[in-house]
């Protein structure tokens, strides 16, 4: 039975996936190193330094412990700059309806984000009453792929692991939902989500029906 859905924010709610992607592709830049689109795709769900370390591998630079805190801090002062212009529309189209849906079929709705800045993007878009529990980056020693945020999530819903459906648009979130013994729903694209036990290409493209079809995979 699924007991509970506990949604990423970044990329699955709204787009800041975009925004951390622009914010390190400025760092990158600065430090000599091209970041793609598609070098970025290793860059969605891991912590903000894992996410440094994985740039300075692209561009084979090494530094020390203090400059690698200074520049991930610096990004994050870009990111942070990114948030404060941002409003409650830009949340995807049909999310929030979609939450309210499986609210109403008693599923309890949790919000699983490795991001230490999880409180303030659900503060501005408005959306702190629309889940039952918010784990963040915080709140959490290892960052996806480990499966401690979502196990963390399950505990403070308290819903079994094998209970819980996850959404991720981040293929280490998808590793992290399975690793936690959870049904993952990927949210983007088939070739790099494959692992999850389904795909949607956005988030509102899931229909609460499709809960059941998940129980049984
Ligand atoms: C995740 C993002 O949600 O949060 C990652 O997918 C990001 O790209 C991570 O690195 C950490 O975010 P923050 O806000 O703590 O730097
Ligand atoms: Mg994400």
Request: aromatic share 6%.
């Amino acid at each position: 039975m699924i007991k509970a859905c506990i949604f990423d924010l970044d990329g699955v709610i709204v787009d800041t996936a975009r925004y951390h992607y622009l914010s390190w592709k400025r760092l990158a830049n600065e430090i000599g190193v091209e970041l793609t689109e598609a070098d970025n795709e290793r860059l969605k769900g891991v912590s903000r330094r894992r996410s440094l370390d994985i740039i300075l591998e692209l561009g084979k630079v090494t530094m020390s412990e203090e400059e690698k805190e200074a520049l991930a801090e610096k990004k994050n002062t870009w990111f942070v700059d990114y948030l404060e212009q941002m409003s409650p529309d830009e949340i995807y189209p049909g999310v929030k309806k979609l939450i309210r849906q499986i609210g109403e079929k008693g599923i309890k709705v949790g919000l699983a984000s490795s991001s230490k800045n999880a409180k303030a993007v659900v503060e501005i878009l408005k959306i702190q009453d629309d889940f039952d529990v918010v784990v963040d980056g915080n709140m959490i020693v290892h960052s996806k792929p480990h499966p401690e945020i979502f196990l963390l999530a399950a505990e403070r819903l308290n819903i079994k692991p094998s209970d819980c459906v996850v959404f991720e648009d981040a293929a280490a979130g998808v590793d992290a939902a399975l690793a936690a013994g959870m049904k993952c729903v990927g949210v983007g694209s088939l070739a790099l989500l494959s692992h999850a036990n389904k795909v949607v290409s956005k988030t509102a493209d899931f229909r609460v029906q499709d809960l059941e079809d998940l129980e049984n995979a």
